[in-house]
């Protein structure tokens, strides 16, 4: 359990379910938790009436009082909140990113030195406690810090450390990976009606059809390919089915769309400079 406060700069989503999951978890009670944002005070007295948790309306003293502060932020607002905290950052203290594309170093250059800084890049399933989470370490990050952040970040699914490199990527697949889920269960759906489902059935098909399969593929462990072969009979139903996504060039669609993902990702963190200069 956390000793000290934390402080969320930023009350969006993300930033809730992480409430959530560390009060439901007990690693913070409520009185813990301050949360802070650009101007929204209806949405902050929401989160105060919800979970018990403390409000700011200074970022500054957010800073100033929490040992753990979460940036829990657009990317496109970090330089201008990081020129507003980061300096009020002390030495030891956690500074954790959910600000996709945003390098520990960025944000090192702007905050006090001997800040641990952690980069971390969940997904919108931290709404359901199920998100595939991965973080790297800052400079300065201890195997202390990261064990903290990966208890904060595992109160909402699995967390995974990869090497900062690797971000990127992972902002390209997981990262944004529920939405190409997404755009498959709305595609079944729709076909689903057009071969004469009623909607409600064609849905509630489709949805469990997509948690047996991934149920399958964590409880076995099994290569998918092996499982895609188990289900594929030689010239039965699975078969013809897969035809036509092999002719429409699924596969390569997906791998080109998370390559997509992956270079914006890059892309993100080389306009932030730009974007801050003179701060």
């Known amino acids: ?40 005070r209806e949405r902050l007295n929401e989160l105060a009436r919800r979970y018990g948790v403390r409000t700011a309306g200074s970022k500054g003293y957010v800073a100033d009082v929490c040992q753990v502060l979460v940036l829990a932020c657009k990317p ?35 905050v006090t030195p001997g800040v641990m800084v952690v980069r971390a890049m969940p997904n919108t399933s931290c709404q359901v406690g199920e998100s595939a989470t991965a973080i790297c370490a800052g400079s300065a990050a201890t195997p202390e810090a990261m064990a903290l952040v990966t208890a904060m970040l595992g109160s909402v699914g699995q967390v ?21 889920v997404y755009l498959i269960v709305e595609a079944m759906i729709e076909a689903g009606q057009a071969v004469g489902l009623a909607p409600d059935v064609a849905r509630a098909l489709t949805l469990q059809t997509l948690k047996g399969a991934a149920m399958t593929l964590a409880a076995t462990g099994a290569d998918p390919a092996v499982l895609r072969e188990q289900v594929t009979s030689p010239g039965g139903t699975t078969a013809a089915g897969l035809r036509v996504l092999r002719e429409a060039g699924f596969t390569e669609a997906l791998v080109r769309a998370i390559a997509r993902a992956t270079e914006r990702s890059r892309e993100l963190g080389e306009e932030k400079p730009a974007a801050a200069a003179g701060d």
Do not use: H, W
């Open 76 to 110: 496109k607002d970090v330089a201008g909140l990081l020129s507003e905290v980061g300096r009020r950052c002390r030495k030891g203290q956690i500074l954790l990113s959910l600000a996709a594309g945003i390098t520990t170093r960025y944000i090192e250059e702007r």
């Open 1 to 40: 359990m956390l000793t000290g406060n934390v402080g969320f700069l930023g009350a969006g989503a993300i930033a809730e379910a992480l409430i959530r999951g560390m009060l439901n978890a007990g690693i913070v009670r409520p009185e813990q938790v301050l949360v802070s944002n650009r101007s929204d």
């Open 160 to 180: 995974l450390t990869v090497p900062e490199e690797q971000m990127d990527a992972v902002t390209g697949l997981s990262g944004s990976g529920p939405a190409y």
